[in-house]
């Protein structure tokens, strides 16, 4: 792709303080290796829509760079697009606690990659493309529902009660902590899986064979039963991570111009001993079904909590899921580390 001219006043960055690793540092970092960028440093999303408003909307940047987790990325990314603001080239500064979007373009640490912006001069770096799912108006790389939900609301609950000791319960380590103690027992005597009904909405599914190859789903077309049965987890990706390097949709860019969709039936125990193989995006796996859509419908036996991007939203009965109309320019990392060093 050929690189576009970029000034150094067409950079803005963001920082989420409120994220794991943001730190008013950042400021002084950022001044020192982009000196004429627009940096906003915010504890609120009322401060980044303000931000957005009156420095972004104005005079739309080329590039975005963001220091937060996909929560963070999430919002900035419907922030823009309520705003009317054209979504920029956006550089993922792994900030956060899974970092899906950040691991997945090999983001380096933040200083590291204010560092290799610098070294290409006014010039966008190298970007990679990514589709965006659409549920309820608002877009995000993942979306869905299930135990993955749980587990980020049980995980945010227990951080919330850790005081003093809030430290050592971040990270992938309070993550599992929270579905082994929270997440786990509540699924072992409580009520067990919800029940989906997965209805295709689009051009005819797609699926994949026990060898990963594509294929047509048999009476896929518009409007048919894909799945009836129990969820564990079910859910929509245009990424293959949630974060913390959990490959919970492998083919997620197998398909152009496709959703991922999985519905995961198994029940909590064999869930769990089956946790790294489902962490490594195993294929197949038991009670795994694998679609690609446009557009897709799931309707449940009961209000289930609902995430996006990796923030809860609330409690849903039915979800529509769609493909975005639009797409993000992600800074390829990976790229940009193998160019500077060259």
């Known amino acids: 792709m050929e690189r576009v001219p970029l000034a150094m006043n067409d950079i803005a960055v963001l920082v989420n303080l409120r994220a794991r690793r943001g730190s008013e540092g950042m400021g002084g970092l950022v001044q020192r290796f982009l000196p004429r960028a627009r940096v906003a440093l915010t504890r609120s999303l009322d401060e980044a829509r303000a931000w957005i408003s009156d420095t972004l909307r104005p005079n739309p940047p080329s590039l975005l760079l963001a220091g937060g987790g996909d929560g963070t990325i999430t919002g900035l990314l419907n922030e823009l697009r ?95 902590g929270a579905m082994f103690t929270r997440t786990v027992p509540r699924h072992l005597f409580g009520e067990g899986n919800p029940s989906v009904s997965v209805y295709n909405l689009g051009d005819p599914a797609l699926t994949v064979d026990a060898r990963g190859s594509v294929q047509p789903v048999p009476h896929g077309d518009k409007g048919a039963l894909l799945y009836r049965g129990p969820a564990g987890v079910a859910g929509a990706a245009t990424t293959p991570e949630w974060g913390f390097g959990f490959k919970a949709f492998p083919f997620a860019q197998a398909v152009p ?13 064999e869930a769990t001993r089956n946790m790294f193989r489902l962490w490594r995006g195993e294929h197949p796996m038991p009670h795994m079904h694998d679609w690609f859509v446009q557009r897709l419908r799931m309707d449940f036996d009961r209000e289930v909590p609902f995430q996006m991007g990796g923030d809860v939203i609330g409690m849903r009965r039915s979800l529509e899921f769609d493909l975005a109309e639009e797409s993000v320019q992600l800074v390829d990392w990976r790229q940009l580390s193998r160019m500077v060093r060259t």
């Open 82 to 176: 309520t705003a009317g603001v054209a979504l920029p080239a956006i550089g993922v500064l792994p900030m956060g606690t899974g970092n899906a979007w950040a691991r997945v373009t090999g983001a380096p640490r933040p200083a590291e990659a204010l560092k290799q912006i610098a070294a290409v001069g006014e010039r966008l770096p190298p970007l990679r493309p990514f589709a965006l799912v659409r549920v309820e108006g608002k877009v995000a790389p993942f979306a869905g529902t299930g135990w993955d939900a749980e587990m980020i609301q049980d995980f945010k609950n227990q951080l919330a009660a850790s005081g003093p000791l809030r430290s050592t319960q971040a990270g992938l380590r309070g993550y599992l």
């Open 257 to 269: 111009h496709r959703l991922s969709v999985r519905v995961y039936g198994a029940g909590v125990i």
